[in-house]
């Protein structure tokens, strides 16, 4: 079987990584890739929404199964494109992307059928959403309908910073199109989980449990970033959360997708909040979460490969998904200055090491060959990832196998996975 998988990240290393480990994969190859995943895989220079170049690619080499790992081809219609030209491919096709490209359809989406989110109003009228502001409950969360790489969502303390959001969002279109529409929800909180499951349209199974650290600085505190760690599973996702959510949100979720004709074939990351009321979901994600893969993927017992294609074949029905009795930590070492402006180009040393260890894992986010040196090549730049017996074990063999690496500038933060002590 040869295969192509979509993307250039750390998450795509993980999916990589799983993939290789198939024996009915003859072939593997990743557009664009990196440098990390070219141990696996073929990487070749197109980028994800190179549709036309991806689709000629794909025909040419007699690709058997592609998979988009990212957010942008899938909302945008890859797997449509591919499915059309007879070419196997796992993921949502663009009408169920939708569940992650427009926040304001999944907020309709959710009232409608009765899965538990945040209370909220659509706007597609600036004027209109000024006047809601001003007599709404602070704080209030102001999100831009589309994607914006994870940072159109605005914490507003007061009315000031919420005229100041609508301004940025809807009227000076900081997030391009994405703030044609503006969604505007209650502010809530709680503990944040990350699950994501596989769908093939019917049936869903959920993977084990993980958790973000999304703010670029120790103690949450700083810019959102795209992630900068990652722990699982969450001790705070327990076996009644798991039945609340398992009753009142993942099949409820394929459920209404189906009746809206919608159906959703591939992975659904729900993102939930554990509220003092219960859990609610804050956001869906249409691909796996980066850096959740990364922790998630490793610790999985069956064979990737089997599990996406049973997905694509509507027989997730006859799969059992196993997870090891074990925890992982991913800490991302960043490029000092991310998620603003940051350096590139840097010689990464110690890659080697985690060759020599087993259990312990350097998933590559930005990097790129510079002669046969590995340079870095982006803000986040490699996810180290290790298990363990339990969190802190593995938080303990993560943090250790940070110092195996090293580049200029290299930025971490210092406390994923701390809040597990409190657990
Ligand atoms: P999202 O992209 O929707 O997950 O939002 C990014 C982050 O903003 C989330 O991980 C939360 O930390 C925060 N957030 C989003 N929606 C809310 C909300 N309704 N109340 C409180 N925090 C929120
Ligand atoms: N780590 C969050 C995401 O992938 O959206």
Aim: charged fraction near 30%; aromatic fraction near 8%; charge should be negative.
């Amino acid at each position: 079987m040869k295969v192509l998988i979509v993307g250039g990240g750390g998450r795509e290393h993980a999916i990589a990584y799983c993939a290789a480990k198939n024996s009915r994969v003859e072939k593997l190859y990743c557009a664009p890739g990196n440098a990390g995943i070219a141990e696996f895989a073929e990487c070749v220079p197109i980028g994800a929404m190179e549709f036309d170049n991806l689709v000629e690619f794909a025909k040419e080499k007699e690709i058997d199964l592609a998979i988009v790992g990212m957010d942008d081809p899938l909302v945008g219609g890859l797997v449509d494109i591919f499915e059309s030209v007879g070419i196997r491919a796992f993921g949502p096709r663009r009408d169920a992307a939708i569940l992650e490209g427009s926040k304001a359809f999944s907020k309709n989406l959710m009232k409608k059928h009765g899965i538990p989110t945040a209370a909220y109003e659509n706007f597609d009228n600036a004027q209109k959403a000024l006047e809601y502001l001003k007599t709404a409950k602070y704080p209030i969360v102001l999100k831009a309908d589309g994607l914006a790489l994870g940072k159109g969502v605005l914490i507003c303390e007061d009315l000031k910073a919420a005229e100041e959001g609508v301004k940025t969002i809807m009227l000076d279109k900081k997030f391009g199109g994405s703030g044609n529409t503006m969604v505007v929800e209650e502010f809530i909180t709680g503990r944040e989980v990350s699950v994501l499951s596989f769908v093939d349209g019917k049936t869903i199974k959920t993977m084990t449990s993980a958790q973000d650290h999304k703010r670029a600085q120790d103690g949450d505190k700083g810019l959102n970033t795209g992630g900068m760690g990652t722990f699982s599973p969450s001790p705070f996702y327990t076996k009644e959360v798991d039945e609340f959510c398992q009753k009142n949100i993942y099949q409820k979720t394929v459920d209404a997708m189906r009746e809206e004709g919608r159906e959703f074939k591939g992975i659904i990351f729900f993102g939930l909040m554990l509220t003092e009321e219960g859990p609610k979901v804050l956001e869906y994600n249409a691909r796996f979460g980066d850096p959740e893969a990364q922790v998630v993927l490793p610790r999985m017992k069956n064979d990737l490969i089997d599990v996406v294609t049973a997905c694509i074949d509507g027989r997730l029905n006859e799969v059992e998904l196993e997870f090891e009795d074990n925890a992982a930590v991913c800490v991302v070492l960043a490029s000092n200055g991310y998620p603003l402006a940051y350096e590139k180009g840097f010689e990464i040393s110690g890659l080697e090491t985690f060759k020599e260890h087993d259990g312990y894992y350097c998933f590559h986010a930005g990097t790129k060959f510079d002669g046969d040196k590995i340079v870095t090549n982006g803000g986040r730049v490699l996810g180290v990832t290790a298990k363990g017996v339990d969190l802190k074990e593995a938080r303990e063999n993560a943090y250790k196998a940070t110092e195996w690496v090293d580049f200029a500038n290299k930025y971490m933060r210092h406390d994923i996975g701390k809040a597990i002590d409190e657990a």
